[in-house]
T-cell receptor, first 118, second 112 residues
Framework: GAVVSQHPSRVICKSGTSVKIECRSL??????MFWYRQFPKQSLMLMAT?????????EQGVEKDKFLINHASLTLSTLTVTSAHPEDSSFYIC??????????????FGEGSRLTVL | SQQGEEDPQALSIQEGENATMNCSYK?????LQWYRQNSGRGLVHLIL?????REKHSGRLRVTLDTSKKSSSLLITASRAADTASYFC????????????FGTGTQLKVEL
C-alpha cells in the first residue's frame, strides 16, 4: 500500500510557541490530505481537509487561525499549531488517498504526532 | 458530523476465539471501512465494503453490512495476541465530500 510519512512523531513545546507537523506522501501524489486529532482512548475527529494549491476546508469548531494548514505540493501538507496551549496537547494524524492508482477510497495514515504543550 | 457508534467499547478474549465488533451509523453511505490502530500509532486500513455489498472476506476478517439497519460488523476469527488493538469503523457518507467519519472504536485485547 501507499506510504504516508509524518514528522515529528513526538514534540514537546512551551506554551505560546508554534509547532509545525509535516505529512508527506512518499510514493504517490495526494491532491487531498486530511488532518485528524485524537484524544486518549477516543476516536479520530476530522479537523480539516487539505487541498493542494488552495485553502484548506475546516470542520465546524476548528479555528483556522489556530491550526494553519498549507498544502504547497502534491506530496506535502503541513499543520502548524500556533501559540500552542496545554489544551492543544493531543495526537495529530494525517492521511491521504491514493486516487491515481484506482484506489477504492481507503485512507493511508501517517504514524501520528504526539504534541505535548507544557 | 455525527460519529458512528461501536460496541462493545472494549472486548477481551482468549487467543483462538473469535472477536465480533459492531458499528452503527446514521447517514446513507457510499462505503464503510474498518481500520485498526495499535496504541500510539497511525491507523491501518483493513477492509472496505461498498453500500451494495452485504458481506466481504479478507483472510481472517469477515465484514457484513446491513444498510437497512445502518449497521456493520467485523468478525476476526481465530484471534491472536497480535490482533490486540483498537478497531474503528469509518463511513464515507453519500454527498459527504469523500470525508471519512470514524466511529468510537472498540478496544480489543487478545490474551494468551
Amino acid at each position: 500500500g501507499a506510504v504516508v510519512s509524518q514528522h515529528p512523531s513526538r514534540v514537546i513545546c512551551k506554551s505560546g510557541t508554534s509547532v509545525k507537523i509535516e505529512c508527506r506522501s512518499l510514493d504517490f501524489q495526494a491532491t487531498t490530505m486530511f488532518w485528524y486529532r485524537q484524544f486518549p482512548k477516543q476516536s479520530l475527529m476530522l479537523m480539516a481537509t487539505s487541498n493542494e494549491g488552495s485553502k484548506a476546508t475546516y470542520e465546524q469548531g476548528v479555528e483556522k487561525d489556530k491550526f494553519l494548514i498549507n498544502h504547497a505540493s502534491l506530496t506535502l501538507s503541513t499543520l502548524t499549531v500556533t501559540s500552542a496551549h496545554p489544551e492543544d496537547s493531543s495526537f495529530y494524524i494525517c492521511s491521504a488517498r491514493e486516487w491515481d492508482r484506482g484506489s477504492t477510497g481507503e485512507l493511508f495514515f501517517g504514524e501520528g504526532s504526539r504534541l505535548t504543550v507544557l | 458530523s455525527q460519529q458512528g457508534e461501536e460496541d462493545p467499547q472494549a472486548l477481551s478474549i482468549q487467543e483462538g476465539e473469535n472477536a465480533t465488533m459492531n458499528c452503527s451509523y446514521k447517514t446513507s453511505i457510499n462505503n464503510l471501512q474498518w481500520y485498526r490502530q495499535n496504541s500510539g500509532r497511525g491507523l491501518v486500513h483493513l477492509i472496505l465494503i461498498r453500500s451494495n455489498e452485504r458481506e466481504k472476506h479478507s483472510g481472517r476478517l469477515r465484514v457484513t453490512l446491513d444498510t437497512s439497519k445502518k449497521s456493520s460488523s467485523l468478525l476476526i476469527t481465530a484471534s491472536r495476541a497480535a490482533d490486540t488493538a483498537s478497531y474503528f469503523c469509518a463511513t464515507d457518507a453519500t454527498g459527504g465530500g469523500n470525508k471519512l467519519t470514524f466511529g468510537t472504536g472498540t478496544q480489543l485485547k487478545v490474551e494468551l
